[in-house]
């Protein structure tokens, strides 16, 4: 299982590590501190196609969750996605 989840730390890319890394600064740990599409692409300056295939992805590796429930759709990282970014700056899979 170790190995599936380096694979997938791997297959990472720059914009997905910036996506990841925003989150983390902007404390967007709970479904309660999530940060929306907008928010993100007004300050990473990301299109908006870049930025939905970038939490496509990223939610399907399961590294953020994407939380329903009002019009703007709140995007936050979870566990999975916090041991991602740490795994990187360990360097193991640079």
């Known amino acids: 299982?170790?190995?599936?989840?380096?694979?997938?730390?791997e297959?990472?890319?720059?914009e997905e590590i910036e996506l990841l890394n925003y989150l983390i600064n902007k404390e967007a740990t709970t479904r309660f501190s999530g940060r929306t599409k907008q928010e993100i692409m007004s300050e990473l300056n990301?299109?908006?196609?870049?930025i939905r295939k970038i939490i496509c992805r990223l939610e399907a590796m399961n590294f953020i969750e994407v939380v329903a429930g009002n019009r703007k759709h709140l995007i936050?990282?979870?566990?999975?996605?916090?041991?991602?970014i740490q795994k990187l700056?360990?360097?193991?899979?640079?």
Do not use: D, K
């Open 89 to 94: 700056y360990e360097g193991c899979c640079l």
């Open 46 to 50: 990301f299109s908006e196609p870049t």
């Open 11 to 14: 297959r990472l890319t720059l």
């Open 76 to 84: 936050h990282i979870n566990q999975y996605g916090l041991q991602a």
């Open 1 to 9: 299982m170790e190995q599936y989840f380096t694979s997938l730390v």
